[in-house]
């Protein structure tokens, strides 16, 4: 391939995710941009019908029973001669480190608020992940269908909970029950809504110019009054949207619509395409690589097990760096040392994966996985690089996990190992005893072990409690002291799945203690992959 359909490839892809609360429509919105992106063809209520289950980014039992978004799902399409690369998070706070981890291989981010509550914690917890990475980040008000607050008390609490500037690029015409439409300040054109038809992409009707008289007609004398009103007041009071402040990640993009409707919601993805970046580089130990370096780099961001029950097998989702993926190229694993010929990495599309034949930067492709790859593994065509980045999280909830029948010992430890690769939970197991215990970050995580052991592993487990508060990963540049202190303090260490050395406090008042009386051990509460 020549330099310039390489460099074409490269340009046109766009590699985001969705970031909200919990119920401010990331399901709903994800849908639509499935059906803009023509994946599906119509759309209707989600959670109602079964295809729409299936085109659902979340595909294990536990996420459709409980209608949480536990998993990262990814999704390729094509859009205004843009490629796309979805990747969806989990929804709830329990998962976060997956979706932490997942924002590392995006290269921005569509804030989803809801109009309604303005932003809520969760976002602010997400948007300080996407602060420390400088992610570039677009933002969709949405539920203009609906009573919302005041759009500008909205964007002020944008503005000084998450230290962004909102750049309004649509303005909303009325809401709740009389949302007719969006205003495009930077297009001078007003779209009009019609309710009812979010199953579908719509035939929206367009009124060019503020000062037209047809705007009189479509909206009403009184909102044509206040939208030129509001408009005059915005664009002297407001800020101009500027390209380098957005993609420097102090500026977002704002428009508005409902995603329940499927309004507005082409106005944001005309956002990505046009505005938002094509694939950033990347930091290593050694250097920073870009999407133009021509020599294939890429990083594990995620490991699933039993994404196809009918193949029982584990996938490491890759996120391509720089270079080209083509079918039956040779990768050097950096942290084995071993070489790799991949011929069947996979793209998918929500449940369904495919067999790719090429890959570009920003494209994320699954590998699969006999239990060498780790997440923060760095694959290239050579080169001894590590990327940076990805995070592990010391869990804060601990408990200790029985098995019901004894017999399935060993069926129990594969399966944990399994799930701890994959960052679902870490396991741990003291130097002194057999114990196996289980670290979390939030209670749900516990909950979705127990039904996964039991649906993909047949293995019936329960926890006991115990008194555990905290786990430190230990380092020491002193070989001889770090013996010592581990000789001393074998009661209280563990290896996690990756053989890591690991203090597990009883209290955090012991931990203290300790950390006082070996200055020169390094306790880490985030360990890099
Ligand atoms: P999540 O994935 O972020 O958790 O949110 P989800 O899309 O499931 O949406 C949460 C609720 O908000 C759903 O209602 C959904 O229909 C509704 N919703 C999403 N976007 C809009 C919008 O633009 N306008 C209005 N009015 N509602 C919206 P639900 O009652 O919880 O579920 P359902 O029974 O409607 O499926």
Redesign the pocket.
């Known amino acids: 391939m020549s330099d310039i359909s390489f460099s074409k490839e490269v340009a046109r892809r766009r590699t985001f995710a969705i970031i ?1 609360h ?7 919105i994800t849908e639509k941009v499935l059906l803009l992106g023509r994946v599906i063809q119509i759309a209707g ?4 019908s079964f295809f729409n289950r299936s085109v659902r980014s979340d595909w294990m039992n536990m996420e459709r029973e409980r209608g949480i ?1 536990i998993s990262t799902s990814v999704m390729q399409f094509p859009y205004r001669g843009s490629l796309i690369n979805l990747l969806d998070t989990p ?1 709830h706070a329990d998962f976060s480190e997956d979706t932490y981890r997942t924002l590392t291989a995006v290269d921005c981010c569509l804030m989803l608020i809801d109009a309604v509550k303005g932003v809520e914690n969760r976002t602010c917890q997400l948007m300080h992940v996407t602060r420390l990475h400088r992610t570039p980040v677009l933002t969709f008000m ?2 203009m ?2 009573e919302i607050r005041d759009p500008i008390t909205v964007m002020d609490e944008v503005q000084s909970k998450l230290k962004l500037i909102c750049s309004p690029i649509t303005w909303p015409i009325g809401f709740g029950k009389l949302f007719k439409g969006v205003y495009h300040l930077y297009r001078h054109e007003a779209y009009l809504y019609q309710s009812g038809k979010g199953h579908m992409i719509q035939e929206v009707r367009v009124v060019k110019g503020l000062n037209n008289p047809e705007l009189e007609i479509a909206i009403g004398e009184v909102l044509a009054k206040q939208l030129r009103e509001e408009v005059e007041l915005i664009e002297s009071a407001l800020s101009v949207f500027d390209r380098h402040q957005f993609l420097q990640g102090t500026m977002t993009p704002v428009f508005f619509g ?4 499927n309004f507005g919601v082409d106005h944001v993805l005309d956002g990505i395409v046009d505005w938002g970046p094509s694939p950033l580089p990347r930091y290593s130990n050694e250097r920073i690589v870009t999407a133009m370096d021509q020599d294939f780099s890429g990083f594990i961001f995620k490991i699933q097990a039993n994404m196809d029950r009918k193949h029982r097998d584990r996938v490491a989702f890759m996120r391509i760096v720089s270079g080209k993926y083509k079918k039956g190229i040779k990768l050097y694993h950096v942290r084995t040392g071993k070489n790799l010929v991949v011929t069947s990495a996979l793209t998918f599309m929500a449940g369904d994966r495919y067999q790719t034949e090429e890959a570009y930067p920003g494209d994320i492709i699954g590998l699969h996985n006999y239990g060498k790859i780790q997440i923060g593994d760095t694959f290239t065509q050579g080169e001894k690089i590590k990327f940076f980045g990805i995070p592990n999280f010391a869990p804060e909830l601990f408990r200790r996990i029985r098995l019901c029948d004894p017999l399935k010992q060993k069926q129990l430890l594969k399966g944990l190992v399994q799930l701890s690769e994959e960052g679902a939970i870490q396991i741990f197991r003291p130097l002194n005893n057999h114990d196996l215990i289980v670290g979390a970050l939030g209670v749900l995580q516990f909950d979705v072990v127990v039904s996964r052991l039991k649906n993909e592993y047949n293995v019936i487990a329960a926890y006991e409690e115990m008194k555990i508060v905290a786990a430190r990963w230990v380092t020491c540049n002193n070989t001889s002291k770090l013996q010592e202190f581990q000789r001393k303090n074998a009661t209280y260490l563990a290896l996690d799945g990756s053989e890591n050395l690991t203090y597990i406090a009883p209290t955090m008042v012991h931990l203290s203690m300790i950390q006082e009386r070996y200055p020169e051990i390094v306790f880490w509460k985030m360990r890099e992959h």
């Open positions: 909200s919990p119920d401010a429509g990331k399901t709903t209520s989600v959670k109602g978004s929804g949405n539920k269908d609906r409902t995603a329940l409707g």
